[in-house]
């Protein structure tokens, strides 16, 4: 008796689908908490500026402002830019590297950029 050997790969496939399906209707249960960001607005909401960096910034100025390839060192950048141009570049970007609107939060964009201007 010979077995078929397309069962095992539609068996695969019946349960690919199903599994596809059963997570559509899990995201569309999450669809409100996911359309307004969910946990990380609630994280950042209260977070202070070093945590704001770490989370957003450091990645491209390096964890200890030092900078990388990709973005310029920011120790110091209070002695080259005021509070409010920092700001302007936070919120607008700069060039192509630093892309706008990585903090939204105009009180966070304040502490942030008085943070910065204060790094030696």
Request: hydrophobic share 40%; charged share 20%.
């Amino acid at each position: 008796m010979k077995k078929n050997p397309l069962i095992p790969f539609a068996l695969i496939a019946v349960f690919g689908i199903g599994l596809m399906f059963l997570f559509g209707f899990v995201g569309l249960g999450n669809m409100e908490e996911m359309a307004n960001g969910g946990d990380e607005q609630k994280e950042t909401a209260n977070a202070s500026p070093e945590e704001i960096f770490q989370g957003k910034c450091s990645a491209c100025h390096g964890v200890d402002l030092s900078g990388s390839g990709a973005a310029p060192a920011l120790k110091g950048v209070g002695d080259r830019y005021s509070v409010e141009e920092i700001q302007d570049i936070i919120t607008n970007g700069k060039g192509t590297a630093m892309p706008p609107g990585l903090v939204q939060d105009a009180a966070q964009v304040q502490e942030l950029a008085t943070w910065l201007s204060e790094q030696k």
